[in-house]
């Protein structure tokens, strides 16, 4: 990616004044940096997205070719782009204005109405799984067979072991791998369901962001959002209302619940140690989806 350019609010301020200026007014405040971009609110009902890792770039393409085709019929707000900035000699990398979806991140707030928030999240995940088009991404990451993994499961396991996860936790992900593969068309997918991509308001699920792992693939991916996601027993309601998970997909999705859990350990471990990257919050929710899984539900 070069040289890192540092992002203030002189520099945002001065991208839209070069490429939007209708919107170079617009008061900017709260600045988040997540995983991959630094966001400035523009106004009550914008955000500025400017890439900060080198993957990012790509990512924010991504959603601004196909997020505003999904948008539309999808049943609760998603940061849909609406504007582009391209590279200029004042920031070398594109970047993006979207829609600000309000509420708490779902890593920092509490949810508490269940059943609601599983027929939330089960109405969104009805909606986004569709057929993909032909061009539409593919991942080798995600919605991908779960064998893929199966060579580094064991040291993963290993590694958060060492902060007490019980042994049921190799049975689940056992019976996940011996699980039929997934024989349907590829689905769209968000890829990227965990807690710090969701937000939260009034104790329930109330939008999604975060889609530059949008891809396709078996949505078995998207449905370890049951356990990732919801609170304790919530997830048997969550798949009643989806409707669309047969047994084997199920069992698949226990599996993707189980890696996700493990990487949000290990970003947790790395924030609690005050390591680049890691995120103290994102601990606690991977042990949590371990211990869902664990009680059933």
């Known amino acids: 990616m070069g040289d890192v350019v540092e992002i203030d609010e002189a520099l945002v301020r001065s991208l839209l004044h070069e490429q939007h200026p209708d919107l170079a007014d617009g008061d900017l405040h709260g600045t988040v940096t997540g995983w991959d971009n630094q966001l400035w609110r523009l106004g009550d009902e914008l955000a500025v997205r400017l890439p900060c890792t080198e993957r990012a770039p790509e990512l924010l393409r991504k959603e601004h070719r196909w997020l505003p085709l999904l948008a539309p019929r999808l049943p609760l707000p998603v940061p849909t782009p609406l504007r582009i900035g391209e590279p200029s000699a004042r920031f070398p990398m594109p970047w993006t204005i979207a829609a600000w979806v309000p509420g708490e991140p779902g890593d920092r707030a509490v949810v508490s109405r269940g059943e609601h ?8 995940l009805r909606a986004l799984h569709t057929n993909a088009p032909a061009d539409a991404p593919a991942s080798p990451m995600r919605g991908v067979p779960l064998s893929t993994f199966a060579d580094g499961f064991d040291e993963d396991f290993r590694a958060v ?3 007490g996860i019980p042994e049921g936790v190799r049975e689940i992900w056992r019976d996940a791998l011996a699980a039929p593969a997934w024989q349907g068309p590829p689905l769209w997918l968000h890829g990227d369901l965990h807690p710090a991509n969701v937000v939260v308001s ?5 939008g999604v962001i975060d889609f530059g792992d949008l891809c ?6 998207d449905l370890a959002a049951a356990w990732m996601l919801l609170p304790a027993g919530a997830a048997s309601r969550f798949f009643d209302v989806y409707a669309h998970a047969d047994g084997a997909t199920v069992r698949r999705a226990r599996g993707w619940a189980v890696l996700r859990a493990f990487g949000l350990i290990h970003i947790g471990r790395a924030g609690d140690r005050g390591l680049p990257g890691g995120k103290p919050t994102w601990g606690p929710a991977g042990q949590a989806t371990l211990d869902r899984l664990l009680a059933g539900g």
């Open 202 to 206: 009034g104790g329930t699920l109330s």
């Open 161 to 163: 072991t060492a902060i």
């Open 216 to 221: 396709v693939g078996d949505p078995a991916t």
């Open 117 to 124: 928030a599983a027929d939330t999240l089960a109405g969104f």
